[in-house]
């Protein structure tokens, strides 16, 4: 007994004597830490350009200059912190550039005033490299580009639209370099998918838009609206007509005329007469021993939105 009570108070003096060694241990490295990181380093480090006020009228091109490396004279503690979030070099387009042909140019002399604007007064600029960026511009075109929809919409049985779609606004504005611009002819819709309709469709549309840091649109989304209505079909019986038949024959032909089916709203119905129609058939698109017409509509209804033939041959004899 005496034996286990005398191990269990070598091991906890062991076991402190371990615990004060490891506490020192961190403190001494701590203090390390601290010491390298008090002391001033020089080293050259990376930065990226962000552009402030650029003219509106002009568009920075991809192929400019955007990196500076910069050599830094600063604490440890400072590096520590670029290292975690390395600042940006921001260019102001108002203060820091002068224009040239077709660029702008920053140049070596505005360390200053970058110094001044990005870093702390303990930190010290040694070099910077380039001594020189130039951004390149060209000179923005403003386009209004129209706006294609696209849609896929399925009507419940009975229903649909005879106006068509209403889309606000009709086209956008484009303003960027005339190269790029010149080439968009117009702007695609994300596609809207829509099942069993019945009612009228007002939906938010995104545009399908270029991604072109260089260019810029007047909306990023277009408004559609349709009236859906209620829809049904009619049949009317249409005289033909036989045109351009040589003048020393005589054509016989049957049935005179034909059924033509039409697809329209129930309020449009009313308004649909056979006199809006006009069915021909032409002697002169007949192959050689053919015995038939083909019927043809070239005159139809402003109030149906379909309208279909439904007999397809005329049959026909040439009187002597």
């Not at 990226?48 to 002009?58: A, G, L, M, S, T």
């Not at 550039?97 to 040694?126: D, M, P, Q």
């Given at each position: 007994m005496i034996k286990k009570v005398k191990l269990k108070l070598l091991r906890s003096i062991q076991n402190k004597?371990?615990?004060?060694?490891l506490l020192f241990l961190f403190l001494a490295f701590v203090i390390l830490i601290f010491s390298k990181l008090s002391k001033s380093y020089t080293n050259t480090m990376e930065f990226r350009?962000?552009?402030?006020?650029v003219p509106e009228e002009k568009v920075i091109l991809d192929n400019s200059d955007s990196i500076l490396n910069i050599t830094i004279k600063a604490y440890g503690f400072k590096w520590l912190d670029f290292y975690f979030s390395r600042p940006k070099i921001r260019v102001d387009f108002s203060k820091d550039?002068?224009?040239?042909?077709?660029?702008?140019?920053w140049t070596k002399s505005n360390s200053r005033r970058l110094s001044i604007t990005t870093f702390a007064k303990n930190v010290e600029i040694i070099d910077i490299f380039p001594d020189t960026l130039e951004f390149n511009y060209d000179v923005n075109?403003?386009?209004?580009?129209?706006?294609?929809?696209?849609?896929?919409i399925t009507f419940i049985p009975g229903f649909d639209i005879f106006n068509g779609f209403s889309i606000t606004p009709d086209s956008v504005k484009v303003i960027g370099p005339k190269d790029i611009v010149g080439a968009i002819d117009y702007i695609e819709t994300e596609t809207l998918v829509l099942e069993d309709v019945?009612?009228?469709?007002?939906?938010?549309?995104?545009?399908?838009l270029p991604k072109n840091g260089n260019i810029r649109f007047s909306d990023q989304s277009i408004h559609l609206k349709a009236r859906v209505e209620r829809f049904t079909e009619g049949s009317l019986k249409i005289p033909i007509s036989i045109i351009n038949v040589p003048t020393e024959l005589r054509i016989k032909y049957f049935p005179k005329e034909v059924t033509v089916m039409f697809y329209t709203s129930l309020e449009h119905?009313?308004?649909?007469?056979?006199?809006?129609?006009?069915?021909?058939?032409?002697?002169?698109?007949?192959?050689?021993?053919?015995s038939f017409f083909?019927?043809?509509?070239?005159?139809?209804?402003?109030?149906?939105?379909?309208?279909?033939?439904n007999n397809q041959h005329i049959e026909f004899?040439?009187?002597?």
């Amino acid at each position: 007994m005496i034996k286990k009570v005398k191990l269990k108070l070598l091991r906890s003096i062991q076991n402190k004597q371990l615990n004060v060694f490891l506490l020192f241990l961190f403190l001494a490295f701590v203090i390390l830490i601290f010491s390298k990181l008090s002391k001033s380093y020089t080293n050259t480090m990376e930065f990226r350009i962000e552009k402030i006020n650029v003219p509106e009228e002009k568009v920075i091109l991809d192929n400019s200059d955007s990196i500076l490396n910069i050599t830094i004279k600063a604490y440890g503690f400072k590096w520590l912190d670029f290292y975690f979030s390395r600042p940006k070099i921001r260019v102001d387009f108002s203060k820091d550039v002068f224009e040239g042909s077709s660029k702008f140019v920053w140049t070596k002399s505005n360390s200053r005033r970058l110094s001044i604007t990005t870093f702390a007064k303990n930190v010290e600029i040694i070099d910077i490299f380039p001594d020189t960026l130039e951004f390149n511009y060209d000179v923005n075109l403003v386009k209004k580009i129209p706006v294609e929809i696209n849609t896929n919409i399925t009507f419940i049985p009975g229903f649909d639209i005879f106006n068509g779609f209403s889309i606000t606004p009709d086209s956008v504005k484009v303003i960027g370099p005339k190269d790029i611009v010149g080439a968009i002819d117009y702007i695609e819709t994300e596609t809207l998918v829509l099942e069993d309709v019945k009612k009228n469709i007002d939906k938010t549309i995104k545009l399908k838009l270029p991604k072109n840091g260089n260019i810029r649109f007047s909306d990023q989304s277009i408004h559609l609206k349709a009236r859906v209505e209620r829809f049904t079909e009619g049949s009317l019986k249409i005289p033909i007509s036989i045109i351009n038949v040589p003048t020393e024959l005589r054509i016989k032909y049957f049935p005179k005329e034909v059924t033509v089916m039409f697809y329209t709203s129930l309020e449009h119905f009313k308004s649909v007469e056979p006199s809006d129609f006009k069915v021909v058939c032409d002697y002169g698109k007949i192959g050689e021993e053919q015995s038939f017409f083909v019927p043809e509509l070239v005159g139809t209804s402003q109030f149906v939105k379909s309208v279909r033939i439904n007999n397809q041959h005329i049959e026909f004899i040439i009187l002597k």
